[in-house]
């Protein structure tokens, strides 16, 4: 079955960087977009940055300039750049992708989400 894997997070003072990583693995027949979303406590789950297969990129107003998201298709990846972190980015960072998958018997779309990965930008 489909997964997706993420790595990456942790505790960064304001300022500083971080990179994400996703893999997704699993029967996977194409993927038509990837993409990172994160839920602080207390607030709804948001769209940070997503990619298309066709490369276009899309980002919260709150993190252009900041974030770069980045794919490699042959690879199944999707990373998440982040630089000067800030306070109100701590959350937990959820990777997304829409996939077509193989089954026995049958090929099936989907979205699927990984575990999340805990960041935390604090002085």
């Known amino acids: 079955q489909v997964q997706l894997v993420e790595s990456g997070g942790g505790v960064v003072q304001p300022g500083g960087s971080l990179r994400l990583s996703c893999v997704a693995s699993?029967?996977?027949?194409?993927?038509?977009?990837m993409g990172w979303y994160r839920q602080a406590p207390g607030k709804q789950r948001e769209l940070v940055a997503g990619?298309?297969?066709?490369?276009?990129?899309n980002y919260a107003d709150s993190v252009k300039g900041r974030f770069t998201i980045s794919r490699d298709g042959a690879k199944e990846t999707v990373d998440l750049q982040m630089n000067s972190l800030k306070v109100e980015d701590t959350a937990v960072y959820y990777c997304?992708?829409?996939?077509?998958?193989?089954?026995?018997?049958?090929?099936?779309?989907?979205?699927?989400w990984g575990q999340g990965t805990q960041v935390t930008v604090s002085s």
């Open positions: 997304n992708a829409d996939l077509q998958s193989a089954t026995p018997g049958a090929t099936m779309r989907g979205v699927y």
């Open positions: 699993g029967g996977i027949l194409s993927i038509y977009a």
């Open positions: 990619v298309t297969s066709g490369g276009i990129t």
